[in-house]
Every structure is written in structure tokens, then in C-alpha cells.
């Protein structure tokens, strides 16, 4: 009988998602529509208000000034103190939405204890909402009329849909729930027809839902918090997790360990968060086109 070799990092290991690799792909093709938009002088500008200083939003900032720049879209960012007052944001955004140059805005999240997310969000125009955060492109979403897409969300579905990951009738779980990727990414799921658990750091029991999940997807920012035994044979592992252990970014996956069981897994950095930046780009460019009344 010949003898049978399993070379190690074939069949029996994870498949590594490129996040990064898929981003530059995309950005070649946005390169040609910004340049398409520049010959009818118009100029793709959005607006990022990051209030005091969150550490993932500031790699979010870091990495849309360097991508915005190789696509040729403007990135105009507010840095603003961590004791900003509602009403000085309220202004701000009262005057970027008047600004007819702007195309987009963003309030960068999570913002300091004092600020009104929700009030202020709302009081951003929905023609300019980059993030899909307003409550009309949030209904819109959920009814399947996207007007925008949140931009980790949609990087997401783009990185299944490249590596031909099905999802009808599986069992996605995700952990977390926030406004930008939680609750969205539950609409989108649901929307491809699969049955969707939503769990978060208060759930119970986490692990008696991710070992039942055919894709799992860990957003809740903690280190560690998926873990080999927690999850079936052939898992496929999403990372969003952004945490900053003894100066080295992480995910919410322990890495090492899920990876000989997993049959797809983005690794952080170089997974979804390269996906973010370049898909908030193709907002942008959606946004602006839509603005000045050309097809997308
Ligand atoms: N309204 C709002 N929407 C967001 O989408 C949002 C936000 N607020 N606040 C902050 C978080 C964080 N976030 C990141 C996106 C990309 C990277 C990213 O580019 N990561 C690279 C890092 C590479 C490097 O370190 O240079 C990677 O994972 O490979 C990081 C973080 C979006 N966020």
C-alpha cells in the first residue's frame, strides 16, 4: 500500500482569508471611477470627526489617510478634544452638511460618555452618511433597499462572496452588537438566508451557540475570546476584533489555536480591517456619484 503524505499546511489546515490582497484588488477598479469623476471635475471629499482618542479609531484614521490618498479621494479629518460639547459637534455637522464639496461624513465611534451619538448621528444628512448610521439608510437596510452599506459590514460580505463561502441555511453567529457592525451584519445574514445569533459579552453561555456555527464572527473587542474548543471542525472565523496587546494589534480570535480547525480565517491585521477602509471608499464614491446625478 503507497504510503499516504499530508503535507502539512494543505487540506488539514485553515484557508487564510487575504483581506488585504482583496482590498488592493478593489481599489484598482474604484481608481478608475475616481479618475472617471476627476475629468468631470468633480472631487470626491468626505469628512471624518474622531472625538478624543480611541485606539482603533485611531488605526481606522491611519489607514483611510493612506488608502484615501492611493485612490485619489480626499479624507478631511476633525479632530476634536475629548470634552467636546454636543452642541459645538451639532454645529459642525449643521456645516458639512451645507458644504455642497462635502460628500461624506463620519463621526468616528465610540465617542466620549458626554456626546449623544444618537443625536448627533441623526442630525447627519442621509445623502451623506458614509457608515449607514442614520435611522432612514439603518431602516432601508433592514428592508433590504440599501442606500449605503456599513463599510466593515459590506467588507465582509466581500471577502465570503470572493472565496465562494455560501450562507444559505447556515448557522452564522456573531459576537457583538453594535450599531456599525453587530446589528447590521445580522440584517445582511439574514438577508442571504441564513439563520442568524446574535450574542454579546452579557450572552449566557457563549460557547453552546459558537459550537453550532458554521461561520462565526467575533466583533465584541476581547482578546482571546474565541478559542479552539469553542468552536466545530471546519469553521469559518471572521475577525473584527481591533485590541492592542503589549503594543501589537490583535483580534478577538486566538489565532494559533482556531487555525487547525478552521477551514477559513482572516488574521488581524490583514483581514477585515484593510477591507473597511477600501469599502468606505466605494461609499464615498457611490455617494458623490449619486450627488451629482450620475449612475452608479
Ligand atoms: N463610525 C465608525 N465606523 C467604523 O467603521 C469604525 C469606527 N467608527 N471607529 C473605529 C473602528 C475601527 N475601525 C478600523 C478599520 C480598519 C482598520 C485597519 O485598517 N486595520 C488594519 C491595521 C493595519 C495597521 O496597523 O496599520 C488591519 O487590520 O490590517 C482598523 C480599525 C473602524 N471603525
Given at each position: 500500500?503507497?504510503?499516504i503524505?499530508?503535507?502539512?499546511?494543505?487540506?488539514?489546515?485553515?484557508?487564510?482569508?487575504?483581506?488585504?490582497?482583496?482590498?488592493?484588488?478593489?481599489?484598482?477598479?474604484l481608481?478608475?471611477?475616481?479618475?472617471?469623476?476627476?475629468?468631470?471635475?468633480?472631487?470626491?471629499?468626505?469628512?471624518?470627526?474622531?472625538?478624543?482618542?480611541?485606539?482603533?479609531?485611531?488605526?481606522?484614521?491611519?489607514?483611510?489617510?493612506?488608502?484615501?490618498?492611493?485612490?485619489?479621494?480626499?479624507?478631511k479629518?476633525?479632530?476634536?478634544?475629548?470634552d467636546?460639547?454636543?452642541?459645538?459637534?451639532?454645529?459642525?455637522?449643521?456645516?458639512?452638511?451645507?458644504d455642497?464639496?462635502?460628500?461624506?461624513?463620519?463621526?468616528?465611534?465610540p465617542?466620549?460618555k458626554?456626546?449623544?451619538?444618537?443625536?448627533?448621528?441623526?442630525?447627519?444628512?442621509?445623502?451623506?452618511?458614509?457608515?449607514?448610521?442614520?435611522?432612514?439608510?439603518?431602516?432601508?437596510?433592514?428592508?433590504?433597499n440599501?442606500?449605503?452599506?456599513?463599510?466593515?459590514?459590506d467588507?465582509?460580505?466581500?471577502?465570503?462572496d470572493?472565496?465562494?463561502i455560501?450562507?444559505?441555511?447556515?448557522?452564522?453567529?456573531?459576537?457583538?452588537?453594535?450599531n456599525?457592525?453587530?446589528?447590521?451584519?445580522?440584517?445582511?445574514?439574514?438577508?442571504?438566508?441564513?439563520?442568524?445569533?446574535?450574542?454579546?459579552?452579557?450572552t449566557?453561555?457563549?460557547?453552546?451557540y459558537t459550537?453550532?456555527a458554521?461561520?462565526?464572527?467575533?466583533?465584541?473587542?476581547?482578546?482571546?475570546?474565541?478559542?479552539?474548543?469553542?468552536?466545530k471542525?471546519?469553521?469559518?472565523?471572521?475577525?473584527?476584533?481591533?485590541?492592542?496587546?503589549r503594543?501589537?494589534?490583535?483580534?478577538?480570535v486566538?489565532?494559533?489555536d482556531?487555525?487547525p480547525?478552521?477551514?477559513?480565517?482572516t488574521?488581524?491585521?490583514g483581514g477585515?480591517?484593510?477591507?473597511?477602509v477600501?469599502?468606505?471608499?466605494?461609499?464615498?464614491?457611490?455617494l458623490t456619484?449619486?450627488?451629482?446625478?450620475?449612475?452608479?
Amino acid at each position: 500500500m503507497p504510503a499516504i503524505f499530508i503535507e502539512e499546511g494543505n487540506d488539514l489546515m485553515g484557508k487564510i482569508l487575504d483581506g488585504k490582497a482583496l482590498a488592493n484588488l478593489r481599489a484598482d477598479k474604484l481608481k478608475e471611477k475616481v479618475t472617471d469623476l476627476k475629468k468631470q471635475n468633480i472631487i470626491p471629499l468626505f469628512c471624518v470627526i474622531n472625538i478624543g482618542d480611541d485606539p482603533g479609531s485611531k488605526v481606522y484614521v491611519r489607514t483611510k489617510k493612506r488608502r484615501a490618498k492611493s485612490v485619489g479621494i480626499i479624507q478631511k479629518i476633525y479632530q476634536l478634544p475629548t470634552d467636546e460639547q454636543q452642541s459645538d459637534l451639532l454645529a459642525l455637522i449643521d456645516k458639512l452638511n451645507a458644504d455642497p464639496k462635502v460628500y461624506g461624513i463620519m463621526i468616528q465611534l465610540p465617542a466620549p460618555k458626554q456626546i449623544n451619538v444618537n443625536q448627533a448621528v441623526e442630525r447627519i444628512d442621509p445623502n451623506k452618511d458614509v457608515d449607514c448610521l442614520t435611522p432612514s439608510n439603518v431602516g432601508r437596510l433592514w428592508q433590504g433597499n440599501h442606500f449605503v452599506e456599513p463599510a466593515t459590514i459590506d467588507g465582509i460580505m466581500a471577502l465570503l462572496d470572493h472565496y465562494q463561502i455560501d450562507l444559505k441555511s447556515k448557522d452564522v453567529v456573531i459576537i457583538g452588537c453594535s450599531n456599525i457592525v453587530g446589528k447590521p451584519l445580522a440584517a445582511l445574514m439574514l438577508e442571504r438566508d441564513a439563520t442568524v445569533s446574535v450574542l454579546h459579552l452579557e450572552t449566557k453561555d457563549i460557547s453552546e451557540y459558537t459550537k453550532r456555527a458554521d461561520v462565526l464572527i467575533s466583533a465584541a473587542g476581547q482578546a482571546n475570546l474565541v478559542t479552539a474548543d469553542m468552536v466545530k471542525d471546519g469553521v469559518v472565523v471572521i475577525d473584527v476584533g481591533i485590541n492592542h496587546i503589549r503594543g501589537h494589534l490583535v483580534g478577538d480570535v486566538a489565532f494559533d489555536d482556531v487555525l487547525p480547525k478552521a477551514s477559513y480565517i482572516t488574521p488581524v491585521p490583514g483581514g477585515v480591517g484593510p477591507l473597511t477602509v477600501e469599502s468606505l471608499m466605494e461609499q464615498v464614491i457611490k455617494l458623490t456619484r449619486r450627488a451629482n446625478g450620475l449612475r452608479e
